[in-house]
């Protein structure tokens, strides 16, 4: 581990090099495994936050009361310490810069991390690709302006035409926010995202029971399941 | 023994001999799905057998819930690392499902609404090692669970127990399914940590 940078009270980014990593695909995950001196093991995975090309990546976790590695990543774990890392997995909920769809993001809490990365590579794409001039939309519902990860990267992407992030709060929103904090519902749902007719490339991540209600809306709204990539923090277990 | 964490001890329960490695256990049902939840009623749902030869073997819904039924309870392993031990289902064997199905083949895939699939050896969903399950603790399958109905291949990761499932296809020739084209194993037992390629 080579660097850390807190996110909120119970979050933090972890920075690290992994020899031999050549790059990642933006949306994927590493499983991080703990061993105690006993020999005792423990397995969870993250997703990505980054979108370094080379053989450094980001991990942003969360500190689940219930955790069990999550504490140890949030608030013990040192620079300079080595971690066991397998990965990055995965080439389904990932986003591919070939492809020039426009790309909506819908994030619940924690969620936000792997779509933080599709927002970094998007950023950082070769202008020749197809995907680097593809328009995106970010819709973020958080807890409160304090559980914000990323808020001044993402205010400085949205400067780019071709990025539009929406905040949603849902306890508590800050000061001269115009929309009082509540839940999603389904009418903000279909107004902050691109119309099914533009036929988006949809990536939902959060909670359960947060991406379930929101995919379901989505596909109600016209959106054609196929389009629509979920991934899901279980309510207990997954990932910690 | 892998790199040693100072300070890390774990709250796991240790030498659990129903837990694989690297596994945690969760009282919880935590759900992984790749895309929106397929909602079919009953009446549309049904289920099928393919053959080699193209021979179809096909259930509805009540023909499904008229074989015999088997109340199974199992320990069931999600690669993303979470076990639940002891879950009670409600289902028809695949022994039953192939009593009538000629075949030479020894791989199958599973197909699910929604587009899902996922590769299982035959012989893994043979000798009661295997159902077509519809009841989870006494209840109907949700559909986030899987409902109308799943596979339930216990002794491989969860991936490959298809929610939604809506048939088998016998295949000369294992090939990858979904998750499997996506750098999860092409067998997937949880004793031998096959998680991914």
Redesign the interface.
Known sequence: MIGVTPETRTARTLRLRLPGLTGHRAGQHV?V?????????????YSVASASPGDELDLTVEELADG?VSP?LVH??AVG????V??P?????VWDPADSSPVQLIAGGSGVVPLMAMLRAHAVADPASPGAAAPFRLLYSVRGPDAVYYGSELDALARSPLVDVTVLYTRAAPAGNDRPPRRLDAATLMQSVWPAADNPAVFVCGA?AFV?TV??W??LGGHS??R???E?Y??????P | MGIVSPGFFGRGRRDDPALPPGQHLTEGFPVLSAGPTPRITPDEWEFTITTETGQVHRWSWAEFLALPQDDVSQDIHCVTSWSKLGTSWRGVSLDTLFESVESDCEFTMAHSYGGYTTNVPLDDLLGGKAWIAHEFDGEPLEPEHGGPARLLVPHLYFWKSAKWVRGLELLRQDEPGFWESNGYHMYGDPWREERYW
């Open positions: 499983d495994r703990l061993t105690a001196p006993d020999g005792y093991t423990a397995v969870r995975s069990e140890y013990q774990v310490d080595q971690l066991e397998r990965g997995v995965g080439g389904w909920f359960t379930e995919a379901d989505l596909v399941p196929a629509i990539k979920t899901r279980g309510d207990t277990g997954t990932r």
